[in-house]
C-alpha cells in the first residue's frame, strides 16, 4: 500500500489500535504510520488548521465515538448535532476520506430503555449525515462485528482504569475493518469476476452427470449469491470453463430457481482452451487489463496454471472444505467496494452496449460514415458535488486512454479546485444507448497555455470520436481564454499507449522529452478545427514502449493468504501479539513466571527472559499497565488491583507472587510473604501431611 498514515480521534482510549494498524502494514507490505488525537478532542482535531486531521495527506482519518462518551440526559444527542455540524464542514476540505465509527456501549447502558432510544437517534443522525457529506464514510460497529465477530467486546477493568473500554480482539476486529476499508479506498478496483462452473458454480459436472443431475448446494447457493451482489455493484461476470457450451447452457435453463441467470454474464469463454488464454481473450474483448480479473475456481491446479500463464490475473481457489466458501469469499479483501456509484449499477449494461458496437464496427464497410452516424453526443460539464465519486472513481480506474494515470481521491480533486483547476466530466451517449460519466479532464492556466493535467476516458466509449471532440473542445476553451497554445503531457505506463497512439495521431509535430515522459504541444486554432478520421493499419508508433515486466506475481498483496490465514479474529490477536516481541528465550521459572514473561513479550514487543527485569525499564508505561492488567486478568482470571502493577519495582518475580497470592484468595502481600516462607520451613513429610489436611482426595492421587 506504500505510506499511509492513520490520524485517529476518539471519545475513549484508541491507542491499542496502534499494533494491529502496524501489523497489517507489514502485511500488506506498506509503511503505516499511527497518530493519535488528545484524548476525547474530536471537535478540536477537526477544527484544528494544525491538527492532526489536516496534516494527514496520505492515508485515512477516523473519527471514533460512543455514545456514553457524548453525554448523558439527552446531552448526548445534543452533542452528535454538533459533531455533525463540524464534520460537514470540515470533511470536503480535508486531504484524505474521513471515517466515522460508532463503537458498541458499556453493556450496562443497554439496561435502560430510554439510553437505547437515545443510542438508536444518535446513530441514526451520525449514519445519514456522514453518509450524506463528501469524503466522509460511515462504519458502523454491526459491520465490524460482521466481518469479525468478536463475543466478548467490552473490558470493565480498563474502562474504569484507563478509559479503554474494549478488549484486545475488538481493537484487533475494529483495526482490520479500518485498514480493510483504507486499501480499498486506494487501490484500483477488480473489474471482472471469472468464475469455473463444474464443482464451483454448482456440485458436479453437468457434461457427465447431465444439466438436470448437477446440484446447487448450500456453499454454491452462497457463492452465486455472492458473486450476485458483487454484480450489483458492477462487477463484471464471466464464465471461463473448460465444457460443452451448450451443456452449460442447458444447466442454466434446467435451474431456473439459481441466484445467477446466462444475463449476468457479459461474456463467457467455454471450451477446451487453456483457461489462461481464454482470459487474455477476455481482457482483449473488453479492452480490460488482465490485472483488473479475478478467477475462481475449486482447482487448485487450474489456478496454479493461470497465475503461471496470467500472471497479472488473481487467481483464487476456493477452500479445499467446500463449506468454508462463504467466509473465505468475505475475508477476499480484493472484493471490497466501499463506494458504489451509479455508473457502476449500469456498467454491466453499458458493456453490453460496447460489445455491440464492436460487432457493429466489425461488420460496417466505411468507419468515418459509422461514426458520423453514431449520434454522437458529447456533454462537458464541471464536477459537482454529486458526480465527485465517479470522477474520483474515474481516476482510480482508467488506464488505457489515461494521459497521466495520476490516481486521486475525491479530497485531491477537492483539493485541486481550490487552487484554480477546473476539473470537468465527459457524459456520452450515442444510438446504441447512455454511457454516462466516463471522461475526465483537468486543466489549469500556465503562462500562454492552457495546460492538461488529466485527461482520461473509459474504454468503452472509444472508436467513437469522443477523444477527438474533447480535444476540439480544449482548443475552444484555450481560445475563449486567450490563450494560445494546448499542452497535453504524457506519462507512459505499461497500459496507457491507446493514449499514446491517439495523440501521436493528432499532433503537429514530435513531442517534446520531459523528465516523466513527453509533452504534446497543440495550436489552439487548429485544435478547433480537428476531426475524426479513421486510423490507418500502416500508422506505426513513434515512440518506442517499454511495457514493464510481468512476473509470477507483480501484486504486493496475497489476498488468498489473508483470507485463508486472518479470517477470525482470534487468528489476528495472535499474529498481532507475536508481531515484533522477537523469538522468545528458554527461561527457568514457575508456570506463572513463565506465562508473564510470554505476556511482557507481547506487550513490550521485545524478548523478556529474565524474571528480575523491571517492566519500566524495559519500555512499559501507563498505557502498557492498563493493557498488562487485561492480560493478567484473561490468563490467570485474576483481577490485581492498580497499586500492584504501578509498583515502581514491577518484575516478573512480583507479578507472579501477586498473581499467586490473588488466586488464593490473599491480598496483603506480608501475609502471602510470611505463608511462603512457613512453606519453604517444611520438611518434605510436613509438607504431604500438611497437604493432606487441606485437601484428602489428594491422597488418591
Given at each position: 500500500?506504500?505510506?499511509?498514515?492513520?490520524?485517529?480521534?476518539?471519545?475513549?482510549?484508541?491507542?491499542?489500535?496502534?499494533?494491529?494498524?502496524?501489523?497489517?502494514?507489514?502485511?500488506?507490505?506498506?509503511?503505516?504510520?499511527?497518530?493519535?488525537?488528545?484524548?476525547?478532542?474530536?471537535?478540536?482535531?477537526?477544527?484544528?488548521?494544525?491538527?492532526?486531521?489536516?496534516?494527514?495527506?496520505?492515508?485515512?482519518?477516523?473519527?471514533?465515538?460512543?455514545?456514553?462518551?457524548?453525554?448523558?440526559?439527552?446531552?448526548?444527542?445534543?452533542?452528535?448535532?454538533?459533531?455533525?455540524?463540524?464534520?460537514?464542514?470540515?470533511?470536503?476540505?480535508?486531504?484524505?476520506?474521513?471515517?466515522?465509527?460508532?463503537?458498541?456501549?458499556?453493556?450496562?447502558?443497554?439496561?435502560?430503555?430510554?439510553?437505547?432510544?437515545?443510542?438508536?437517534?444518535?446513530?441514526?443522525?451520525?449514519?445519514?449525515?456522514?453518509?450524506?457529506?463528501?469524503?466522509?464514510?460511515?462504519?458502523?460497529?454491526?459491520?465490524?462485528?460482521?466481518?469479525?465477530?468478536?463475543?466478548?467486546?467490552?473490558?470493565?477493568?480498563?474502562?474504569?482504569?484507563?478509559?479503554?473500554?474494549?478488549?484486545?480482539?475488538?481493537?484487533?476486529?475494529?483495526?482490520?475493518?479500518?485498514?480493510?476499508?483504507?486499501?480499498?479506498?486506494?487501490?484500483?478496483?477488480?473489474?471482472?469476476?471469472?468464475?469455473?462452473?463444474?464443482?464451483?458454480?454448482?456440485?458436479?459436472?453437468?457434461?457427465?452427470?447431465?444439466?438436470?443431475?448437477?446440484?446447487?448446494?448450500?456453499?454454491?447457493?452462497?457463492?452465486?449469491?455472492?458473486?450476485?451482489?458483487?454484480?450489483?455493484?458492477?462487477?463484471?461476470?464471466?464464465?471461463?470453463?473448460?465444457?460443452?457450451?451448450?451443456?452449460?447452457?442447458?444447466?442454466?435453463?434446467?435451474?431456473?430457481?439459481?441466484?445467477?441467470?446466462?444475463?449476468?454474464?457479459?461474456?463467457?469463454?467455454?471450451?477446451?482452451?487453456?483457461?489462461?488464454?481464454?482470459?487474455?481473450?477476455?481482457?482483449?474483448?473488453?479492452?480490460?487489463?488482465?490485472?483488473?480479473?479475478?478467477?475462481?475456481?475449486?482447482?487448485?491446479?487450474?489456478?496454479?496454471?493461470?497465475?503461471?500463464?496470467?500472471?497479472?490475473?488473481?487467481?483464487l481457489p476456493l477452500p479445499e472444505r467446500i463449506e468454508e466458501t462463504s467466509r473465505f469469499l468475505n475475508h477476499v479483501w480484493a472484493f471490497d467496494r466501499p463506494v458504489v456509484t451509479e455508473e457502476d449499477r449500469q456498467r454491466n449494461a453499458s458493456y453490453v452496449q460496447t460489445l455491440e458496437f464492436g460487432r457493429e464496427v466489425k461488420r460496417a464497410r466505411n468507419l468515418e460514415e459509422f461514426v458520423a452516424g453514431l449520434n454522437l453526443q458529447v456533454r462537458i460539464e464541471p464536477v459537482s458535488a454529486s458526480v465527485l465519486p465517479r470522477a474520483a472513481q474515474l481516476t482510480q480506474r482508467t488506464n488505457q486512454f489515461n494521459c497521466t494515470t495520476i490516481r486521486r481521491t475525491?479530497?485531491?480533486?477537492?483539493?485541486?479546485?481550490?487552487?484554480?483547476?477546473?476539473?470537468?466530466?465527459?457524459?456520452?451517449?450515442?444510438?446504441?444507448?447512455?454511457?454516462?460519466?466516463?471522461?475526465?479532464?483537468?486543466?489549469?492556466?500556465?503562462?500562454?497555455?492552457?495546460?492538461?493535467?488529466?485527461?482520461?476516458?473509459?474504454?468503452?466509449?472509444?472508436?467513437?470520436?469522443?477523444?477527438?471532440?474533447?480535444?476540439?473542445?480544449?482548443?475552444?476553451?484555450?481560445?475563449?481564454?486567450?490563450?494560445?497554445?494546448?499542452?497535453?503531457?504524457?506519462?507512459?505506463?505499461?497500459?496507457?499507449?491507446?493514449?499514446?497512439?491517439?495523440?501521436?495521431?493528432?499532433?503537429?509535430?514530435?513531442?517534446?522529452?520531459?523528465?516523466?515522459?513527453?509533452?504534446?504541444?497543440?495550436?489552439?486554432?487548429?485544435?478547433?478545427?480537428?476531426?475524426?478520421?479513421?486510423?490507418?493499419?500502416?500508422?506505426?508508433?513513434?515512440?518506442?514502449?517499454?511495457?514493464?515486466?510481468?512476473?509470477?506475481?507483480?501484486?504486493?498483496?496475497?489476498?488468498?493468504?489473508?483470507?485463508?490465514?486472518?479470517?477470525?479474529?482470534?487468528?489476528?490477536?495472535?499474529?498481532?501479539?507475536?508481531?515484533?516481541?522477537?523469538?522468545?528465550?528458554?527461561?527457568?521459572?514457575?508456570?506463572?513466571?513463565?506465562?508473564?514473561?510470554?505476556?511482557?513479550?507481547?506487550?513490550?514487543?521485545?524478548?523478556?527472559?529474565?524474571?528480575?527485569?523491571?517492566?519500566?525499564?524495559?519500555?512499559?508505561?501507563?498505557?502498557?499497565?492498563?493493557?498488562?492488567?487485561?492480560?493478567?486478568?484473561?490468563?490467570?482470571?485474576?483481577?490485581?488491583?492498580?497499586?500492584?502493577?504501578?509498583?515502581?519495582?514491577?518484575?516478573?518475580?512480583?507479578?507472579?507472587?501477586?498473581?499467586?497470592?490473588?488466586?488464593?484468595?490473599?491480598?496483603?502481600?506480608?501475609?502471602?510473604?510470611?505463608?511462603?516462607?512457613?512453606?519453604?520451613?517444611?520438611?518434605?513429610?510436613?509438607?504431604?501431611?500438611?497437604?493432606?489436611?487441606?485437601?484428602?482426595?489428594?491422597?488418591?492421587?
Amino acid at each position: 500500500m506504500g505510506s499511509f498514515r492513520f490520524a485517529v480521534a476518539a471519545t475513549f482510549t484508541a491507542e491499542p489500535l496502534e499494533r494491529p494498524l502496524l501489523f497489517w502494514g507489514d502485511q500488506l507490505g506498506g509503511e503505516f504510520e499511527v497518530r493519535f488525537a488528545p484524548y476525547n478532542q474530536v471537535l478540536q482535531t477537526l477544527l484544528n488548521p494544525g491538527g492532526e486531521f489536516r496534516a494527514n495527506t496520505k492515508g485515512l482519518n477516523v473519527i471514533l465515538a460512543r455514545v456514553e462518551d457524548l453525554g448523558t440526559n439527552g446531552q448526548a444527542e445534543k452533542a452528535a448535532h454538533e459533531l455533525v455540524s463540524t464534520i460537514r464542514e470540515a470533511a470536503p476540505s480535508l486531504a484524505c476520506p474521513l471515517v466515522v465509527g460508532l463503537c458498541p456501549p458499556n453493556p450496562e447502558c443497554t439496561k435502560s430503555a430510554e439510553w437505547l432510544e437515545s443510542h438508536r437517534k444518535v446513530e441514526e443522525l451520525l449514519a445519514s449525515a456522514v453518509r450524506k457529506t463528501r469524503g466522509a464514510h460511515y462504519l458502523p460497529d454491526s459491520e465490524v462485528r460482521r466481518l469479525y465477530p468478536v463475543a466478548d467486546y467490552y473490558n470493565s477493568q480498563g474502562d474504569q482504569i484507563g478509559k479503554i473500554p474494549y478488549t484486545e480482539a475488538y481493537y484487533c476486529a475494529l483495526a482490520t475493518t479500518l485498514v480493510r476499508l483504507c486499501h480499498a479506498l486506494h487501490r484500483p478496483p477488480f473489474k471482472v469476476i471469472a468464475v469455473d462452473c463444474d464443482n464451483t458454480l454448482w456440485k458436479g459436472i453437468c457434461g457427465e452427470d447431465g444439466p438436470e443431475g448437477v446440484e446447487i448446494d448450500p456453499p454454491r447457493q452462497a457463492l452465486q449469491e455472492f458473486l450476485r451482489k458483487q454484480w450489483e455493484s458492477g462487477a463484471l461476470l464471466c464464465m471461463v470453463s473448460k465444457n460443452n457450451e451448450q451443456d452449460v447452457l442447458d444447466t442454466f435453463a434446467a435451474h431456473p430457481s439459481m441466484p445467477l441467470e446466462l444475463s449476468h454474464f457479459v461474456s463467457n469463454r467455454i471450451n477446451w482452451e487453456p483457461k489462461a488464454d481464454n482470459l487474455r481473450s477476455l481482457a482483449e474483448e473488453l479492452s480490460l487489463g488482465l490485472d483488473s480479473f479475478i478467477f475462481l475456481d475449486d482447482n487448485p491446479k487450474e489456478c496454479a496454471e493461470v497465475a503461471e500463464g496470467a500472471p497479472e490475473v488473481l487467481a483464487l481457489p476456493l477452500p479445499e472444505r467446500i463449506e468454508e466458501t462463504s467466509r473465505f469469499l468475505n475475508h477476499v479483501w480484493a472484493f471490497d467496494r466501499p463506494v458504489v456509484t451509479e455508473e457502476d449499477r449500469q456498467r454491466n449494461a453499458s458493456y453490453v452496449q460496447t460489445l455491440e458496437f464492436g460487432r457493429e464496427v466489425k461488420r460496417a464497410r466505411n468507419l468515418e460514415e459509422f461514426v458520423a452516424g453514431l449520434n454522437l453526443q458529447v456533454r462537458i460539464e464541471p464536477v459537482s458535488a454529486s458526480v465527485l465519486p465517479r470522477a474520483a472513481q474515474l481516476t482510480q480506474r482508467t488506464n488505457q486512454f489515461n494521459c497521466t494515470t495520476i490516481r486521486r481521491t475525491e479530497q485531491e480533486l477537492q483539493a485541486l479546485m481550490r487552487d484554480g483547476y477546473e476539473c470537468r466530466t465527459v457524459e456520452v451517449a450515442d444510438r446504441f444507448g447512455e454511457y454516462g460519466i466516463t471522461g475526465l479532464v483537468i486543466t489549469h492556466r500556465a503562462g500562454d497555455a492552457l495546460r492538461v493535467d488529466t485527461f482520461l476516458l473509459s474504454c468503452r466509449v472509444l472508436g467513437r470520436s469522443v477523444e477527438h471532440q474533447i480535444m476540439r473542445w480544449l482548443g475552444e476553451k484555450a481560445a475563449a481564454d486567450g490563450l494560445n497554445t494546448v499542452v497535453v503531457p504524457f506519462i507512459p505506463t505499461r497500459k496507457n499507449s491507446p493514449a499514446r497512439q491517439f495523440l501521436l495521431a493528432i499532433a503537429e509535430g514530435e513531442p517534446i522529452s520531459t523528465q516523466d515522459g513527453f509533452e504534446f504541444r497543440f495550436d489552439a486554432a487548429r485544435l478547433k478545427e480537428l476531426r475524426y478520421q479513421a486510423p490507418k493499419k500502416s500508422d506505426a508508433p513513434a515512440v518506442e514502449e517499454k511495457p514493464a515486466p510481468v512476473t509470477a506475481q507483480t501484486r504486493s498483496v496475497d489476498y488468498g493468504r489473508i483470507a485463508r490465514d486472518y479470517s477470525t479474529v482470534d487468528r489476528i490477536v495472535a499474529a498481532v501479539r507475536s508481531h515484533g516481541s522477537g523469538p522468545g528465550t528458554a527461561v527457568t521459572g514457575t508456570e506463572t513466571e513463565q506465562k508473564i514473561l510470554q505476556i511482557w513479550s507481547e506487550i513490550l514487543q521485545r524478548p523478556c527472559s529474565s524474571v528480575n527485569d523491571n517492566f519500566f525499564d524495559l519500555g512499559g508505561h501507563s498505557l502498557l499497565v492498563v493493557l498488562l492488567l487485561m492480560r493478567i486478568r484473561e490468563t490467570f482470571d485474576v483481577e490485581l488491583p492498580v497499586d500492584v502493577v504501578y509498583s515502581g519495582d514491577l518484575t516478573v518475580a512480583s507479578l507472579a507472587r501477586a498473581v499467586e497470592a490473588h488466586k488464593l484468595g490473599i491480598t496483603d502481600p506480608e501475609e502471602y510473604a510470611e505463608l511462603l516462607a512457613e512453606i519453604e520451613s517444611l520438611s518434605e513429610e510436613e509438607a504431604r501431611a500438611l497437604l493432606m489436611r487441606e485437601d484428602p482426595e489428594t491422597t488418591h492421587g
